[in-house]
């Protein structure tokens, strides 16, 4: 019985581990305001990998390397270029185009799209303490006594399968509001979007050089 709730757990964990807006959430929606379901599932396929990686990282003991201060904040100053490129494509695409339907080319492409969501997720390696919270409970809950090789694949595996759930379900819902959303006020939403990413990056910005002069 316990091994059978470990999948469960897995999962809602991972579901609301995506809750929290930023910038996957973001190029998630552009794609989906723009009624490209595909590419905004390239975008949470490249994130989940992401976040997957980072769990594997957490739970087979290599966290330390990417626990250096100085990493971190690499990892920051990246995520925040990358962010800061997508802000001018969506600033463009506005000056450019009255709906959201004729996108700029990234948001149109499978390939790039999936680059998006990997490059956005794999800079944000504290997503490993979200894995390590996730052990913490599922041992203090009685499910697991130790993470073996196998249990630990399964706990990503659900984890992820959450993770990708909650951000599937916001482009779906996303995609189907937004025919009920005029042209203009689409317009506004894709110029907040832009607005959103220089916050994020100026964000990792800031705390990334918190981190290199530490």
Do not use: C
């Amino acid at each position: 019985m316990r091994s059978a709730l470990l999948p469960l757990l897995a999962y809602v964990l991972g579901f609301f581990a995506a809750i929290p807006i930023g910038a996957t959430q973001v190029e998630i929606a552009k794609r989906a305001m723009a009624d490209r379901l595909d590419t905004a599932g390239m975008v949470v396929a490249g994130s989940v990998v992401s976040d997957v990686m980072y769990g594997a990282i957490a739970l087979f003991g290599l966290a330390p390397f990417l626990s250096d201060k100085h990493v971190v904040g690499v990892f920051g100053m990246v995520g925040a270029a990358v962010l800061l490129v997508l802000a001018f494509f969506t600033f463009r695409h506005v000056a450019q185009a009255a709906e959201l339907n004729t996108g700029s080319p990234a948001v149109h492409s499978r390939p790039l799209s999936l680059v998006t969501g990997f490059s956005l997720a794999v800079t944000n390696p504290p997503i490993m303490f979200w894995w390590l919270v996730g052990v913490k409970v599922t041992q203090d809950l009685g499910l697991v006594d130790t993470f073996t090789p196998r249990v630990s694949a399964v706990f990503l595996l659900f984890g992820g399968l959450g993770l990708g759930s909650y951000l599937s379900t916001l482009a779906v819902i996303l995609r189907r509001i937004k025919h009920m959303i005029s042209p203009r006020a689409q317009h506004r939403m894709h110029v907040v979007l832009g607005v959103l990413l220089i916050v994020l990056a100026s964000y990792l910005l800031v705390t990334a050089v918190r981190d290199l002069r530490v």
